[in-house]
C-alpha cells in the first residue's frame, strides 16, 4: 500500500519562507513522478510544481516561478517544496502527489489526472 505523508506546514509571515517534505513509501520511490498541488478555500485545487524521476527536470506554475523550488532526495524517498516569499495569496493546503506511470507527452503536467498517490496535505497559512 503506498503512503504519501506531507509534513513542514503552517503559520509565517509575508516574505518568509518553509519548506514542505513528502515522504512516500509502498513504491520504488526513484520510480516516481512528484507534484504539489494546493488548495485554497473555495477554489479548486491547482498544481503548484513537478519534478521527474532523478530530480533534473522541474516545472512549476506561473503563480509560483522563482520563489518556489521543488527537490527530491531519492535515498531518503522523500520530496520538498522550497517555498520562499510567501505572500497571503500562497495559503493553502498543498498536497503532495505522485505516480510511478510515464505522463503522455501530449498531457500537460498539471493535470491533477496524471497522479495516482495523494497525501493528506498540510496547511500553508501566510499572514501577519
Known amino acids: 500500500q503506498v503512503q504519501v505523508v506531507e509534513s513542514g506546514g503552517g503559520l509565517v509571515q509575508p516574505g518568509g519562507s518553509l519548506r514542505l517534505s513528502c515522504a512516500v513509501s509502498?513504491?520504488?520511490?526513484?520510480?516516481?513522478?512528484m507534484a504539489w498541488f494546493r488548495q485554497a478555500p473555495g477554489k479548486e485545487r491547482e498544481a503548484v510544481a513537478h519534478?521527474?524521476?532523478?530530480?533534473?527536470?522541474?516545472y512549476y506554475s506561473d503563480s509560483v516561478k522563482g520563489r518556489f523550488i521543488h527537490s527530491r532526495d531519492n535515498a531518503k524517498f522523500t520530496a520538498y517544496l522550497q517555498m520562499n516569499s510567501l505572500q497571503p495569496e500562497d495559503t493553502a493546503v498543498y498536497y503532495c502527489?505522485?505516480?510511478?506511470?510515464?505522463?503522455?507527452?501530449?498531457?500537460?503536467?498539471?493535470?491533477?489526472?496524471?497522479?495516482?498517490?495523494w497525501g493528506q496535505g498540510t496547511q500553508v497559512t501566510v499572514s501577519s
Open positions: 502527489a505522485a505516480t510511478d506511470r510515464p505522463i503522455p507527452s501530449n498531457v500537460p503536467w498539471f493535470n491533477k489526472l496524471n497522479y495516482d498517490y
Open positions: 509502498g513504491r520504488t520511490f526513484s520510480r516516481l513522478l
Open positions: 519534478i521527474n524521476r532523478s530530480g533534473g527536470t522541474t
